[in-house]
T-cell receptor, first 111, second 116 residues
Framework: KQEVTQIPAALSVPEGENLVLNCSFT??????LQWFRQDPGKGLTSLLL?????REQTSGRLNASLDKSSGRSTLYIAASQPGDSATYLC??????????FGKGTMLLVSP | SQTIHQWPATLVQPVGSPLSLECTVE??????LYWYRQAAGRGLQLLFY??????ISSEVPQNLSASRPQDRQFILSSKKLLLSDSGFYLC???????????????FGAGTRLSVL
């Protein structure tokens, strides 16, 4: 059974810092990995999707990497802003787009 | 463009009452559809998914059921709610591509269910 772990569970940084969120998964037989953002009481917004054959994806200040063989992914956020404050979720697709989620990293960026 | 609708946004129900949550997708055909639950202190858990009308796969044994009466409609139901059914329920869709679906999954705004 696939298990996804995210570290740290919470992170508080001052504005402008670069930061890294970590995600690990136990079964490397995945189709892709997706990073989401969730604001309090809201649904999920997709940030980046990395196919199993890819090593990284970039969108603006976000960069996600994938090392499938070691079961790890990282989300790098450059020059963090208060608007980046949210919970970040990592999810792996093990077929039919059935996603297994980590519990998330709650990020707070202070001005 | 495609959109996904979920309702109601919030719901407070007594223990033992029935439940019906509805999700509809617009602007696409034959999507894969999903129901997730996010309980306090726990991660998002996949409850059901559907790859076509009348085709429902259940991921975990529970007090809930799902149905897909139309191509773009997905319904989550219960005959008698339990306290443990409280949580944040999210519907999602992805374009159909079979087992190797590689597309982004899109989520609705969610329903906050409180069972008292």
């Amino acid at each position: 059974k696939q298990e996804v772990t995210q570290i740290p569970a919470a992170l508080s940084v001052p504005e402008g810092e670069n930061l890294v969120l970590n995600c690990s998964f136990t079964d490397s037989a995945i189709y892709n990995l997706q990073w989401f953002r969730q604001d309090p009481g809201k649904g999920l917004t997709s940030l980046l999707l990395i196919q199993s054959s890819q090593r990284e994806q970039t969108s603006g200040r976000l960069n996600a990497s994938l090392d499938k063989s070691s079961g790890r992914s990282t989300l790098y956020i450059a020059a963090s802003q208060p608007g980046d404050s949210a919970t970040y979720l990592c999810a792996v697709n093990s077929g039919y787009s059935t996603l297994t989620f980590g519990k998330g990293t709650m990020l707070l960026v202070s001005p | 463009s495609q959109t996904i609708h979920q309702w109601p946004a919030t719901l407070v129900q007594p223990v033992g009452s029935p439940l019906s949550l509805e999700c509809t997708v617009e602007g696409t055909s034959n999507p894969n559809l999903y129901w997730y639950r996010q309980a306090a202190g726990r991660g998002l858990q996949l409850l059901f998914y559907s790859v076509g009308i009348g085709q429902i796969s259940s991921e975990v044994p529970q007090n809930l059921s799902a149905s897909r009466p139309q191509d773009r409609q997905f319904i989550l139901s219960s005959k008698k709610l339990l306290l443990s059914d409280s949580g944040f329920y999210l519907c999602a869709w992805t374009p159909w591509q079979g087992a190797s679906a590689k597309n982004i999954q899109y989520f609705g705004a969610g329903t906050r269910l409180s069972v008292l």
